[in-house]
């Protein structure tokens, strides 16, 4: 059998490899939206039929405003660490979707993570409204009638996680200030 080598030029390799940052970029981004089907003002009984395998949440997890963490999903791998989706309804109604990484194997403790979702959302929202102080930072978007933020927190390094949250935009008239 004949040597044969194939000698690509170097305007084909930087094709190539364009095409194959694209195809990471578009995955990525997939990676960050929500599960396929599922979006806020949902019921939990149209969240089951999307995600079968949802599973109800013993000690809900509960917020301001009547949310309780009530489902979860299998962990979803996100830029380089493991986030576990929980969904949060109130009134019947889907209304925040918490990604949550461990982040304090790292040895930056997520701060790559939370760079790399940043990335991402510029691309998908916009430029965002930052603050960073020691041991955090956030990075939030508005899209329609959805926020949406990342949050990094490293003040422990024994607690450092990272959150990507949809939530319902929640919007307040001159009254309830």
Do not use: C
């Not at 997890?61 to 979860?72: E, K, M, P």
């Not at 939030?140 to 024994?158: E, F, H, I, K, L």
């Not at 996680?161 to 309830?176: F, H, P, W």
Request: net charge positive.
């Amino acid at each position: 059998m004949p040597n044969v080598r194939s000698i690509a030029s170097p305007t084909s390799f930087l094709h190539t490899l364009a095409a194959s940052a694209a195809l990471l970029a578009a995955g990525a981004l997939h990676a960050q939206a929500l599960p396929a089907g599922v979006h806020l003002g949902m019921s939990a009984e149209e969240l089951r039929a999307v995600l079968p395998a949802a599973e109800r949440v013993q000690r809900p997890q509960r917020l301001s405003g009547g949310l309780a963490g009530s489902w979860r999903a299998a962990p979803v791998e996100m830029a380089g660490l493991l986030f576990e989706p929980t969904f949060f309804f109130a009134a019947s109604e889907l209304r925040r979707v918490e990604y949550v990484a461990a982040a304090q194997a790292t040895p930056d403790n997520g701060a790559g993570a939370f760079a790399a979702l940043v990335r991402w959302g510029r691309g998908a929202f916009g430029n965002e409204l930052a603050s960073r102080d020691p041991g955090s930072a956030y990075a939030a978007w508005v899209s329609n009638d959805t926020d949406v933020y990342v949050q990094q927190q490293a003040g422990d390094p024994r607690r450092a996680t990272v959150r990507l949250v949809y939530k319902a935009r929640q919007l307040r008239d001159g009254s309830e200030l």
